[in-house]
């Protein structure tokens, strides 16, 4: 059973950083992909960005040039690196790992508020 544990969310002013992490626990073999997805209130989840084990990121249009997603695959962890943070950016951002081995398994963390006030 994988395990996703997320840190680094809070509340920021317009303009600020943060930098989300999720680190996976459990096998989550090698060929994978790591990503956030967010929500805002009364919204839909959204995909901020994904990362394969073995190609290219992927960004949502609204944060391309400001996020930056990355992965360690010694450590099983993925991070988000937000800047110029806008008002709009605030949400619950979700990790998210999609794992494929017999078959396709998908796993979610808990959320971590991001908070951008104006």
């Known amino acids: 059973q994988v395990q996703l544990v997320e840190s680094g969310g809070g509340l920021v002013q317009t303009g600020g950083s943060l930098r989300l992490s999720c680190a996976a626990s459990?096998?989550?073999?090698?060929?994978?992909?790591m990503g956030w997805y967010r929500q805002a209130p009364g919204k839909q989840r959204e995909l901020v960005a994904s990362?394969?084990?073995?190609?290219?990121?992927n960004y949502a249009a609204s944060v391309k040039g400001r996020f930056t997603i990355s992965r360690d695959n010694a450590k099983n962890t993925v991070y988000l690196q937000m800047n110029s943070l806008k008002p709009e950016d605030t949400a619950l951002y979700y990790c998210?790992?999609?794992?494929?081995?017999?078959?396709?398994?998908?796993?979610w963390g808990q959320g971590t508020q991001v908070t951008v006030s104006s």
């Open positions: 990362i394969p084990s073995n190609g290219s990121p």
């Open positions: 459990g096998n989550i073999f090698s060929n994978n992909v």
């Open positions: 998210n790992v999609i794992v494929f081995s017999d078959r396709t398994y998908r796993y």
